[in-house]
Structures are given as C-alpha cells and as structure tokens.
C-alpha cells in the first residue's frame, strides 16, 4: 500500500481491512478476545498505512476506562502460586495492590493452583473479568515454569523463579544486595566472613549471591575475606549443622552471612552464641521483633513496580509474546540490628576512650 498523506485514522484501516472500527480498535490494543489472525492482520494493515500509536492517546483512553469500569471488573490480576503460604509473597501482592490503586486500577489477586483450576479455565476467568494485566508472584522452589498462556495479556513475573514462558520481570539487585552486606561487616572491623547458601536458591537466583562474594573479594575486599559454603538444600538436619559450626571454627570466622530462613534459628539451637560467638547478617528482612542485622529487599516496593511495568505495557499497547523480556532492578536496604558489634578498635584520646572516627 501506499504511504498515505495523514496519520491514518481507525476509519482508514478499517476500511483497508474490511472490518469495523471497533474491530481495528480492538486488534491495535492487543485485545485477547480477538482472533489471533485477525488481530495480526489489522496490525500489519495499520503499519503498511503508516499507523503509529499515541502513547498519550493510550494513556487517557485507559484513564476513562479505569474510571468508568474499574468497580465492574479487574483490570489487573494478581496471580499467586503460593496462595497455600500466606507470609510468602505477602509483601509483593500488599504493595502491588497499592500501587494499583495509586494508579486507577482495579486489581484481584487469584490463586494459581493448576490441581484446582487449570491455567485455561484460569485464563477464561480473568478474561471474563475484565484483566488487561498479569502479574505473577514468586514460584514455590523447585517450579520453573507453568502453563498459563499469556498471549494477548500485558504480563510481568517478580524474582528470577519463572524460566518459562519468558515475561518482562522486577527483582532485586542481589549484587548489590550481598556486596552492601559485605561492605557493613568490612566497616565494622570484620576480616574473615562467610556466606552460606543452600545450592537450591542460589541457583534459583542465577548464582548471584555466590559470584557477588567472589568479585567482593576479589574487586571490592580492602581486607575482609569471604569464604562460601554451599549445601544441597535448606533442610539443616543435624549433620547439616555440625558440618557448619566445624566450618564457621575451622576457618575462624568472625561472621556470617546467609539468605537461608531458619539458618540462624538452628544456629542458635545448636548451642551457638550470636553475636558471642560470631556475628550473623541476615539477606531477608526478618520478623518486626527480630534483633538481628538484616537486608530488607523492600518487597512492597518490588510490588508496586511490577505493577509500574504492566500498566506502562497496558499504555503502549504491549502484550506477550515479548521479543526481548527486560529485568527492572530494585535496592535493598540494611537495618541495623544487634547481630553484628562493632570490633574496631576504639580511639582513646587524652585518657579517655572515645568512640572510633571513619
């Protein structure tokens, strides 16, 4: 076809196609009620016309959308695939559902448990309802993929969990995460560190917490040296935990630093003394009680841009298949507790102690 003189209207292309402008409308949001082949066809027609979408246009046309259907149905889903563990991704889910309604969305959370109902009755149901958005929670380790077709759906996944299908993703930047542990143990007079990791979620997380220590104490270490000790798995029987105490003195460590849930639990339950006898950072944020030095990964707000990145896909028209998923990395935050003292060596000035100047 030829170029045509003004921006083509959904008139234009509808003509051009032999449809309705409802039917052009329809196929150039992506509309998963469409006919596949349909919906490519109209796109192909509206691009050889010179289309081009209005991101402004979207934006506002979503606006009016939200406000005058939000209550009727759910513009965004909340999928959870550990619905059966409430404290799991509780966090993700409160800040996504905030952020939703910050921005004018309706959202829903929905239990994604294939036994109960399968992904394409799950499917029928969200489209029933109204869903332009999916985002998926965490899933349960040792999952790696699920079934769900998300084709014609603006969708993102949290964490590095989901291997398939390929969605766009939020997590957080566990480089910089383990490194600023590190660093906090380094300022605090610490030289001898070790992380300890079960193979399973360092592997569910693409070995990041193992290669941050590495370039640590390779790149970043002006003294502190990191040893590592992988186990199978987050079990911790009872041989588990000798092995670890005969580890931590054997290389005569001053801390440790661990992402695994119960590990300082155990520790403690094995006669160990924290901080007596060695510090312990903890890489989750721990329970509101909870004394120990901890990295908080600031869930809610992992959440909320999840769902920055689907409505953002909603605006644009954008919808799976993607051909090039992106990762949005998010911060972490250290909170000090009582689990890591200072050992640097105190300043005493015209013969009184003061405290130690960085």
């Known amino acids: 076809m030829k170029d045509s003189p003004h921006t083509p209207t959904l008139r234009d292309i509808a003509k051009a196609a032999g449809v309705s402008a409802m039917t052009v409308s329809r196929a150039l949001r992506g509309s998963p009620l469409q006919n596949k082949d349909t919906r490519e066809r109209i796109k192909r027609i509206a691009r050889e016309l010179g289309w081009k979408p209005n991101p402004l246009v979207s934006a506002l046309m979503g606006q009016r959308a939200r406000r005058h259907g939000a209550r009727a149905s759910a513009n965004l889903a909340i999928l959870d695939p550990r619905s059966d563990e409430p404290a799991a991704n509780r966090n993700h889910i409160r800040g996504a559902l905030v952020r939703a309604e910050e921005l004018g969305y309706r959202a829903e959370v929905f239990p994604y448990k294939p036994a109960d109902t399968s992904p394409a009755r799950l499917r029928e149901i969200l489209l029933a309802r109204g869903a332009r958005g999916v985002v998926l929670m965490p899933l349960p380790v040792g999952v790696h993929e699920i079934a769900f077709d998300f084709t014609g759906l603006s969708a993102a996944t949290i964490g590095y969990s989901l291997l398939s299908p390929a969605l766009h993703r939020v997590a957080n930047d566990t480089q910089s995460h383990v490194i600023l542990a590190l660093r906090h143990y380094e300022g605090r007079g610490y030289r001898r560190v070790g992380l300890i990791m079960a193979d399973d979620a360092n592997r569910r997380m ?22 590592q000790l992988i186990l199978p798995d987050e079990e911790f029987t009872a041989a588990d935990m000798r092995k670890i105490l005969r580890w931590i003195k054997d290389h005569r460590l001053q801390g440790v630093v661990s992402s695994a849930e119960n590990l300082h639990r155990r520790l403690v339950e094995s006669g160990a003394q924290i901080p007596g006898d060695f510090a312990y950072i903890h890489l989750h944020r721990d329970g509101p009680q909870s004394r120990l030095t901890c990295m908080d990964q600031l869930r809610d707000y992992i959440g909320s841009k999840a769902v920055d990145l689907v409505t953002a896909m909603i605006h644009r028209n954008e919808t799976f298949p993607v051909a090039h998923p992106q990762i949005t990395l998010t911060p972490s935050e250290l909170i000090e507790g009582a689990s890591v003292p200072d050992l640097r060596a105190p300043v005493v000035q015209r013969g009184r102690t003061a405290a130690p100047v960085i």
């Open 206 to 227: 693409l070995c990041q917490y193992t290669s941050a220590a590495d370039s640590y104490d390779r790149f970043f270490s002006e003294g502190l040296r990191v040893r």
